[in-house]
Nanobody
């Protein structure tokens, strides 16, 4: 069983920065794909960024150049550095870790960007 715990969300003014962290426990390996998704109120959950076992990354167009995803395999953690935040980045952010056989989600952390 895999458990994910996110932290680092909060309220920030537009232009500010936040760093999200996700600590994974259970049957985690460095081969897992790790990522961040977000869900604004009243909208569907969407991909923000993912990072593979070889540290290849993929970002949503809306966050390219502002957000950076990274991972620490020794500590089974994934991070999302968010800079130049905009009000439209306001959402619940979810950590995701998956393998060929399972897909795990965290409980989510709220990020609110005020204008």
């Amino acid at each position: 069983q895999v458990q994910l715990v996110e932290s680092g969300g909060g309220l920030v003014q537009a232009g500010g920065s936040l760093r999200l962290s996700c600590a994974a426990s259970g049957s985690i390996s460095s081969s897992n794909v790790m990522g961040w998704y977000r869900q604004p109120i009243g909208k569907q959950r969407e991909l923000v960024a993912i990072i593979t076992s070889t540290e290849r990354t993929n970002y949503a167009d809306s966050v390219k150049g502002r957000f950076t995803i990274s991972r620490d395999n020794a500590n089974n953690s994934v991070y999302l550095q968010m800079n130049s935040l905009k009000p439209e980045d306001t959402a619940v952010y979810y950590c995701n870790v998956r393998s060929l056989w399972w897909n795990a989600w965290g409980q989510g952390t709220q990020v609110t960007v005020s204008s």
